[in-house]
């Protein structure tokens, strides 16, 4: 998972998005599919993404009238070392800003609702927390950018997914050496 990263066994052990998933799992109690991206991600995907996020912090400055403070950043959380977080653009002081330019709508049509109606559980929503989570922020507006259409979804910190976050953390790192499997290369 992208933005998720266990820092303490990235070197050392080699771990799937599938062994990744069964230790959030263990974490939030939710079924391990729920972390895993239902899309493919290509490089040709990737690139248009890219291309095309100043188009979606344009549009989203220009429909919420919200200033973007774009900073592109890696950062890690503040307690918890092994989790991270890429932050596209902070927002006030409180919020910040997760831009999606769907691949699949790259000939034009209409964002879908699954784009950006996440449910609580599923993998959207939990990385949406875990952004929250990392940045520090209190809500978080998704943004979905395509040529003919453009949405924008709020969505606030759960504190009760901190909560159970925090309450399993203690005990997870017999999980993440039992899951992931030593690098020997």
Known sequence: MKNIVLDQLHSSFVCTDQDVATVL???VGSDTSAFIPSYPCSERALEYSNNHFEDAVWGYQ?????VVKIVNKYIRHREF?????????????????????????IGGGEIGDNDVD???GSWEWQRVQCLLEVANREWCDVVVWAPDDFAIKRYHRDLQWRSQLESTITNSADLFLSTCTMNVA
């Open 62 to 66: 220009i429909a919420s009238s919200n």
């Open 25 to 27: 799992m263990s974490i």
């Open 118 to 120: 996440f449910v609580k």
């Open 81 to 105: 070392s092994w989790l991270a977080g890429n932050i596209s653009a902070y927002v006030a002081d409180d919020g910040v800003i997760s831009v999606r330019c769907p691949f699949d709508l």
